[in-house]
C-alpha cells in the first residue's frame, strides 16, 4: 500500500495517522527523557550510551513525523513542538519522571533548568535503565512486525531502524543481568524500578480503537498481540538478571487518547520552552 | 647514549644518571619523536602532562554541563539531535583524555574526586553559567573554535598517547565548530529576538573567551618549560591572536558587535588584534573555584558522581564475578 492508495480510504488513514503519532511520540519523550541525562550519568561509559540511544529515539521521531508530514500533517517540528499534551499519544511508560520515592535531598538551584536540577538530586538511574529495557524490547517487537506491513513506507522505515534498535535492547540485555546480580543495592534498585514501571510498560500496548482497522488493512498487528510477544521476550531476560514481576499488574492506560500523566505537561514545558518564544523563527 | 626505556626511575634532578637521560630525552622531543608510556620521562614532564590532561579532561565534563541544561530546551529535533551528539562528544573526549592521563599513573577516580574536591581545576569559561539559548550558540561556535586553537596545537606535542587523543578530539571538534556557526548564522539572521538574544550572549561571554588561553605570555608562568618539551607549541598569546585573527572578521559579518570596552582595533602591520588587557587576577580568581557558577558545578559533579556510586559498585562486582544469592522467587516467572 502506497501514501496515494491512503487517499481512497478515509479510516484507513486515520487510523494510520494515529499510529504515527503513537510511534513518533513515544520515540521523542523517550528521547528526551533520556537525553536529560546527557552530561550528568552515573559513569562516563553510561553517559554516552544513554545520549547515543537518546539520539537515535529523536531520530526515529523525526523519522515517523516525516511520514505523517508526507500524508498531509504538519511538518515534523510543528509536530514536535506545535501541539499540546492533549495532543500527543505516547504512553505512560515515556513520560514517567525517574525520581522514585524522592527520598534524596531536595534539588538546588544547580542551573537554570529545574527538572535538570532535580535529576541531578534526585534521579534515579535504575528507573531510566528499567524503562529502557521494558521499552526497546517493545520497540524491537513492534518494529519487527512493521517491517511486514502493507504500507511500505512504514515497512521500509522499520526495517532501517531494525540495526538501532537492535543495539538498544542489547544495551539492556548486557547491563541487566551484571546488574541485577551484583550488589544487593543494585538488585534493589532495579527490582523496585521493575515493580514501579511494569503497570506502565504493559500499558505501552493499550488497545485503540483503530486495532482492527490496521490489522485488517495488513498495517500493524493488534495491540494485545504485541503485547504477548513482548512478554515472552522479557520473561527469560527478568529471570536471568534476578528479577521478578510484581504481583497483578494492570496496565495503566490513557496516553493513547491523550490523557496523560501531569508530567508530560512538564516535558513539553521543557521541551517548547525555546521554541514558544517565537514559533515563526528558525532557530 | 643512555637508552630510554627505564620507566620513570631516576627522573629528577639529582638522581644519578639524570643530566645525561635528560639530554638524551631532549634530543629525542627535539627531534620530534613522540614519548610513549613506557618511556623514561623527567618527573616534571611527567607532572606538567597530568596537570595539563587532567584539567583538559576535567574540562570537557564540566563543559558538558552548561550545554547539557539545555538539550531539553533545544528549539528544533535537528538542533536537538545535534547539541546531544556534541555534548555527547564532550563526555566522550572526557573520558578518552582521562584514559590519557592513567598512562602516565594517575587513576580516572582520582582524577575526578579532585575535580570535586576543587583541588583541581577546569577551564575558566565554564564556571560561567549559560542563560539563554543564544549562550548555547556562543559556547558551540567560540568557544569549541577557541579550544581547537589549542587542542590542535597540543595535537602536535611530543606526548603520544594525549597527541593521538586529541587528534580524535580535533576530529569531532571539527563538527561542533559547524553546528555552533550554523547556530549563531540562523540566530544572527533571525528575528530581532533572535538577534538581540546573541548580541547578549556575546556581551557576557566575550570576556571568559579573551581569558580562555590563559594569561598573556608577560605573566604566564608554565610556558617556557612546556615549550622546550614539546608539550606546548605556541603560547598563550599566540593562541589568542590565532583564535582573534580568525573569528573577530567572522564575527563582524553576521553583524556582531564586541563589546566597546575592549577597545578591538586590528593592527596591520603585526597582523595582530589589539585589545584592553584582560584582568588576570580575576582570571586566577575564577579558575581556583570563585567564578559566578564554580560552587554550582561542582556540586552538580559531586551529586552525579555519589549518585552513580551503587553503578559503578555493581559493575565493579560483576566485573570481578562476584553475584549475590537470587531470591527463590526468582525463577518463577509469570
Ligand atoms: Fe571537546
Ligand atoms: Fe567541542
Known amino acids: ?283 | 647514549m643512555v637508552q630510554i626505556t627505564e620507566k620513570w626511575t631516576n627522573d629528577r634532578p639529582g638522581d644519578a644518571g639524570y643530566e645525561e637521560r635528560l639530554a638524551a630525552f631532549e634530543a629525542r622531543v627535539g627531534r620530534g619523536d613522540k614519548v610513549e608510556p613506557g618511556d623514561w620521562m623527567p618527573r616534571d614532564y611527567r607532572d606538567q602532562l597530568i596537570r595539563l590532561i587532567h584539567v583538559h579532561a576535567n574540562s570537557e565534563i564540566c563543559g558538558a554541563l552548561p550545554e547539557g541544561t539545555w538539550i531539553p530546551h533545544a528549539p528544533s529535533l535537528k538542533r536537538k539531535l545535534a547539541l546531544c551528539a556534541k555534548v555527547q562528544d564532550e563526555v566522550g573526549h572526557g573520558q578518552l583524555l582521562y584514559r590519557a592521563a592513567e598512562t602516565l599513573g594517575k587513576p580516572r577516580e582520582e582524577m575526578i574526586e579532585e575535580l570535586i574536591s576543587g583541588k583541581a581545576k577546569y577551564s575558566n569559561v565554564f564556571h560561567y553559567p549559560a542563560e539563554t539559548w543564544a549562550d548555547v550558540c556562543v559556547i558551540a561556535w567560540l568557544i569549541d573554535a577557541a579550544a581547537i586553537v589549542n587542542q590542535a596545537m597540543m595535537a602536535e606535542g611530543s606526548y603520544g598517547p594525549y597527541s593521538r587523543a586529541l587528534k580524535r578530539v580535533c576530529y569531532e571538534e571539527a563538527f561542533h565548530l559547524t553546528h555552533g556557526y550554523d547556530m549563531c548564522i540562523s540566530m544572527a539572521t533571525g528575528s530581532k529576538l533572535q538577534r538581540d538574544m546573541l548580541q547578549d550572549a556575546v556581551n557576557r561571554w566575550w570576556k571568559p573567551i579573551m581569558m580562555f588561553h590563559g594569561p598573556s605570555d608577560k605573566e604566564s608562568t608554565h610556558t617556557t618549560l612546556l615549550m622546550r618539551w614539546r608539550i606546548k607549541l605556541k603560547t598563550n598569546d599566540e593562541q589568542r591572536q590565532e583564535f582573534l585573527r580568525k573569528y573577530v572578521p567572522k564575527m563582524i559579518n553576521l553583524g556582531i558587535r564586541i563589546p566597546a570596552e575592549w577597545e578591538m582595533r586590528y593592527d596591520e602591520k603585526n597582523r595582530a588584534w589589539l585589545y584592553n588587557e584582560p584582568d588576570w587576577e580575576e582570571f586566577k580568581t575564577v579558575v581556583r573555584g570563585n567564578g559566578p557558577v564554580s560552587a554550582k558545578r561542582l556540586e552538580t559533579r559531586r551529586l552525579s558522581h555519589e549518585h552513580g556510586r551503587w553503578v559503578r559498585e555493581a559493575l565493579a562486582a560483576a566485573a570481578e564475578g562476584r553475584k549475590i544469592p537470587l531470591p527463590p522467587t526468582a525463577y518463577a516467572t509469570n
Open chain 1, 1 to 283: 500500500m502506497t501514501t496515494a492508495a491512503l487517499a481512497h480510504n478515509a479510516s484507513t488513514k486515520t487510523a494510520l495517522i494515529d499510529l504515527l503519532y503513537r510511534l513518533g511520540d513515544d520515540s521523542l519523550i523517550i528521547g528526551h527523557r533520556n537525553s536529560e541525562w546527557t552530561g550528568i550519568g552515573p559513569i562516563l561509559e553510561e553517559d554516552i550510551a544513554f545520549s547515543s540511544m537518546a539520539q537515535d529515539k529523536i531520530g526515529h521521531a523525526l523519522a515517523f513525523y516525516t511520514l505523517l508530514h508526507e500524508l498531509g500533517e504538519p511538518d515534523p517540528d510543528t509536530i514536535a513542538y506545535g501541539r499540546g499534551p492533549e495532543r500527543f499519544r505516547c504512553c505512560s511508560l515515556v513520560t514517567l519522571d525517574i525520581f522514585g520515592d524522592g527520598k534524596s535531598a531536595p534539588p538546588a538551584a544547580l542551573s537554570n533548568n529545574p527538572v535538570r536540577d532535580r535529576v541531578v538530586a534526585q534521579g534515579d538511574w535504575a528507573i531510566s535503565l528499567v524503562r529502557q529495557f521494558f521499552f526497546s524490547e517493545a520497540d524491537a517487537v513492534r518494529m519487527a512486525a512493521l517491517e511486514q506491513s502493507a504500507y511500505e513506507p512504514l515497512a521500509h522505515l522499520a526495517r532501517k531502524l531494525r540495526g538501532e534498535i537492535k543495539y538498544h535492547t542489547l544495551h539492556a540485555r548486557t547491563l541487566l543481568p551484571r546488574l541485577g546480580r551484583a550488589t544487593a543495592e543494585s538488585r534493589d534498585r532495579l527490582q523496585s524500578a521493575a515493580a514501579a514501571l511494569y503497570p506502565h510498560a504493559l500499558g505501552m500496548f493499550e488497545p485503540t480503537p483503530h486495532d482492527a482497522t490496521l490489522a485488517d488493512a495488513g498495517i500493524a498487528p493488534a495491540e494485545p498481540e504485541l503485547c504477548d510477544r513482548w512478554q515472552r521476550e522479557i520473561a527469560p531476560i527478568m529471570d536471568g538478571s534476578g528479577l521478578v514481576f510484581p504481583p497483578r499488574s494492570s496496565p495503566v492506560y490513557g496516553g493513547r487518547t491523550g490523557k496523560h500523566l501531569p508530567e508530560l505537561t512538564e516535558v513539553l514545558d521543557a521541551l517548547q520552552k525555546v521554541y514558544r518564544l517565537d514559533p515563526t523563527a528558525i532557530w
